[in-house]
């Protein structure tokens, strides 16, 4: 498997800050790198896809980058509404064996 | 428009076998693979395989291999998830997921609602 390194597992902000979610993958899955957030009794809802393409409906002030094996998400202005859990994935294992960061739980204080 | 249904919660006792359902409409269902993912409860996401409807080719994760069995039924467009001897570990929610094209990465695009499975005696 391709190993998914996401890092904090865990952070808190206040309204308005910016925060960043890291992603390392165990080898280079060029951009195949997506951005899931997932609140409380839901199903995963796509944020970035690409590593850096903001799905249709998504809020601008969330930014995906990077490419090879170092990702960023990136929240700007927060809002209470983005208390969540964040995960990445990746899709480039010829395997089709598609595996997950652990996922980072983001709190507004 | 696109979506996964997936059938309702389940509660079944260690032994039980149980074989749970993500009904697709609103695309192709055989030209686009569908994925299973399951969460513990408290716990983060797992991949535990992969199928393309239009002929069966199933892919599971090895740690997942021989614990259970993904088919689909073309007729009506449906992709299973289910267990033969059900163990309290098995409880946890299971999601459905279609994997988009190469244009988005091979994103998994649509998800189901999730289907909460509780084994316990």
């Known amino acids: 498997d391709i190993q998914m390194t996401q890092s904090p597992s865990s952070l808190s902000a206040s309204v308005g800050d910016r925060v960043t979610i890291t992603c390392r993958a165990s080898?280079?899955?060029?951009?195949?790198l997506h951005w899931y957030q997932q609140k409380p009794g839901k199903a995963p809802k796509v944020l970035i896809y690409?590593?850096?393409s903001l799905q249709s409906g998504v809020p601008s002030r969330f930014r995906g980058s990077g490419s090879g094996t170092d990702f960023t998400l990136t929240i700007t202005s927060l809002q209470p509404e983005d208390s969540a859990t964040y995960y990445c994935q990746q899709t480039y294992s010829s395997l089709l064996m598609y595996t997950f960061g652990q996922g980072t739980k983001l709190e507004i204080k | 428009e696109v979506q996964l249904v997936q059938s309702g919660a389940e509660v079944k006792k260690p032994g039980e076998s149980l074989k749970i359902s993500c009904k697709a409409s609103?695309?192709?269902?055989?030209?686009?693979?569908i994925g299973w993912v399951r969460q513990m409860p408290g716990k983060g996401l797992e991949w535990m395989g992969v199928i393309w409807p239009g002929d069966s080719d199933t892919r599971y994760r090895p740690s997942f291999q021989g614990q259970v069995t993904i088919s689909v039924d073309k007729s009506i467009s449906t992709a299973y998830l289910q267990w033969s001897s059900l163990k309290a570990s098995d409880t946890a929610i299971y999601y459905c997921?279609?994997?988009?094209?190469?244009?988005?990465?091979?994103?998994?695009?649509?998800w189901g609602q999730g289907t909460t499975v509780t084994v316990s005696s």
């Open positions: 609103g695309y192709s269902f055989t030209n686009y693979w």
């Open positions: 690409g590593a850096s």
């Open positions: 080898q280079s899955i060029s951009n195949f």
């Open positions: 997921a279609r994997r988009g094209d190469i244009p988005t990465y091979y994103l998994m695009d649509v």
